[in-house]
């Protein structure tokens, strides 16, 4: 017997029904993140990766010029890499592109030996700096791309640095404030040849084991065919000369000059700091229970700048350290341990003709910083924001990776490929500089408690999100939080911020507690700021300082999973669609091929697909009872 028309329509509706609700289920994709109570500052937004797929092609210095065209010819939307003063007049009038000009946290200096006469005498240091004309070693060394520098702080980082509040400058060159502080340490032309000696009757004191000869030369080191250091050395030669002092350029082997400066076999270098990104470092660097350290070479110590950084490191608000970051800076001004010279300005080009989202952060600029990449997208008259699948961002990479374990690694291109694949428990406004929830969504300072479980320092409690995974999609608690603060102790270069944290405690599977032995505002960022490994992966290797992951291996948390690396050629990275951060993305359409679908939320599925299969059974009963007996 055949259905009614009325049940006819009814099956018809019913089917229809379901196949909107598995539709919706299917092709809807809910933000993943609860966020606790939370005030994030104004524009700032944790949700992002937009994009299918960011890729790093790798151009070496000598395909500088490829890169740039790549760039023109929108193969490339982003050269990433300090940008050639020669092309950039023809790139900031090139339609669709944006160049932009802006202070970094990368400087250039000039190393001073103060454990050998007669750099051990702060006159002298002073001398060098008031001899040396730091306005045209920027002019020859970069063209002019570069800000006049005196303090150890960049500007990049707003009001931790005193420059501008100095009493005086060294910017321009001062030959009579030079011979006068020359004078004042006891350097003078006693034999009357033009060359300044040494006064061996004053009361100078001389650094142990140094021989003191009235007659001196001293050679002023660089790399031998960098340009920019050879410039900068050559005019500091000049200016000392002009103060009768007698010194002579000196290029040597990259490798050979290290070694030199390692061995403290030399008077005076060009070199240059990279990421003085924070007021700690200048406990780390200068601080005479960190000498001869392996970022600053010049064996100095000074006991009025021990008390001053030891003040820096206990203020208990963010006040208190930039008085005493200020107070740091100023001394190190006067006693020129270091001649700093000029802040690089970081001059980048991308492509705006369809992308934006590109968010600035003070001495990062607006690409390599995390929260950029994460927010770039396509602009709506291109289909944004997701556009066809997959959308794909290529970018220039000047280096490829110096390591696949980031661990071990100081390589600021290998941090900005892995910036997207790794997290750690907070993460960095671009905004205000001021933490914000990453892998975990609260956290409180505890202070001291003789009579409870803080007997010196303060407690941190961290509270991680319940669904926060990795890669793989197994679960990230507060193990592997702990585990990855034993890896920290083992970073050659950051091992240091951790070196007060004594014991962690796990709560629970998503709290976990870290105690230090000290206070203080800047000890919070350095004991919490590590990279969380998963342990279900690293603990499996007893060698990490030697292990190299494969692809399969570089399992993280991030906005991104890493799918491909050629060496020296390209890194790709795809999106990590569980991230609890994830935008969510509506159904689309492919590009070029059809785009892996999504995993079901197979519960709801199923349970949708019994009613259908029960109403069919139903109505097949019906059917059944009311159909006439046939016999064969």
């Not at 960095?428 to 914000?436: K, L």
């Not at 014991?503 to 960022?525: A, C, P, Q, R, V």
């Not at 199923?606 to 009872?625: A, D, P």
Request: proline share 6%.
């Amino acid at each position: 017997m055949a259905l009614s028309q009325r049940n006819r329509l009814l099956l018809f509706t019913v089917l229809i029904i379901g196949l909107l609700i598995c539709t919706s289920i299917l092709f809807t994709n809910k933000p993943n993140t609860v966020l606790a109570e939370w005030s994030y500052p104004d524009g700032y937004d944790p949700h992002g990766g937009y994009l299918d797929r960011v890729t790093f092609v790798v151009y070496s210095p000598e395909d500088e010029q490829l890169g740039l065209q790549a760039l023109q010819a929108n193969i490339i939307y982003a050269w990433d890499e300090q940008f050639p003063a020669d092309n950039l007049v023809e790139f900031q009038a090139t339609a669709g592109v944006e160049v932009t000009t802006e202070p970094g946290d990368f400087y250039r200096l000039f190393n001073l030996n103060c454990d050998r006469f007669p750099t051990n005498i702060t006159g002298y240091r002073r001398a060098i700096a008031y001899a040396l004309d730091k306005a045209a070693v920027v002019q020859a060394s970069t063209g002019g791309l570069a800000f006049l520098q005196d303090c150890a702080i960049p500007i990049a980082l707003g009001n931790w640095t005193y420059e501008g509040e100095l009493i005086e400058t060294y910017y321009s060159k001062n030959i009579i404030a030079a011979n006068a502080s020359l004078d004042a340490a006891g350097f003078r032309d006693l034999d009357g040849n033009g060359w300044r000696d040494y006064d061996a009757d004053n009361s100078t004191t001389l650094s142990p084991g140094d021989v003191l000869d009235e007659d001196f030369i001293i050679d002023l080191y660089h790399t031998a065919g960098h340009a920019p250091s050879g410039n900068a050395v050559e005019i500091a030669c000049q200016g000392l000369n002009q103060c009768g002092i007698m010194a002579e350029v000196a290029p040597q082997d990259f490798y050979i000059m290290y070694d030199m400066i390692t061995d403290y076999d030399y008077w005076l270098s060009c070199f240059s700091f990279t990421n003085m990104v924070s007021a700690d470092l200048l406990y780390d660097l200068f601080h005479s229970s960190t000498r001869n350290n392996q970022w600053y070479f010049g064996s100095w110590s000074n006991a009025t700048y021990d008390a001053a950084a030891e003040a820096l490191m206990r203020a208990s608000t963010e006040s208190e350290a930039n008085e005493w970051a200020w107070k740091c800076q100023e001394i190190l001004w006067y006693e020129q341990p270091m001649i700093v010279c000029y802040n690089d300005i970081y001059t980048r080009a991308y492509r705006t003709d369809i992308w934006e989202g590109y968010i600035n952060m003070r001495g990062r600029n607006r690409i390599t910083n995390g929260y950029s990449l994460v927010h770039i997208k396509l602009k709506e008259e291109a289909g944004g924001p997701f556009g066809c699948y997959p959308t794909e961002y290529i970018m220039s990479l000047n280096e490829g990776l110096d390591t696949t374990n980031w661990l071990m690694s100081n390589s600021k291109h290998t941090s900005k490929v892995f910036q997207l694949v790794y997290e750690e428990l907070t993460t960095i406004s671009p905004y205000d500089w001021t933490h914000q929830p990453s892998l975990a969504y609260a956290w409180e300072t505890h202070a001291t408690n003789a009579s409870g479980d803080i007997q010196e320092g303060e407690k941190y409690t961290f509270h991680l999100y319940e669904n926060a995974t990795w890669h793989d999609g197994k679960p990230l608690t507060a193990t592997d939080v702990a585990f990855s603060l034993t890896l920290a102790l083992q970073d050659p270069y950051n091992a240091q911020n951790y070196q007060n944290v004594y014991k962690t405690n796990i709560i629970d599977s998503h709290t976990i507690e870290i105690y230090t032995n000290t206070t203080g505002y800047l000890e919070w960022t350095r004991a919490t700021g590590f990279t969380v490994y998963p342990t279900h992966i690293w603990s499996t290797h007893p060698n990490i300082t030697m292990w190299q992951p494969s692809v399969e291996e570089l399992v993280g948390s991030g906005p991104y999973v890493c799918s491909a690396h050629v060496p020296r050629q390209y890194v790709v990275l795809e999106r990590h669609h569980a991230w609890h951060f994830a935008v969510p993305q509506p159904p689309r359409t492919s590009c070029w091929y059809p785009p892996p679908p999504p995993p079901p939320p197979l519960g709801i599925f199923v349970y949708v697909i019994i009613i259908e299969i029960c109403i069919l059974v139903y109505f097949l009963n019906r059917r059944k009872k009311k159909s006439p007996k046939v016999e064969w």
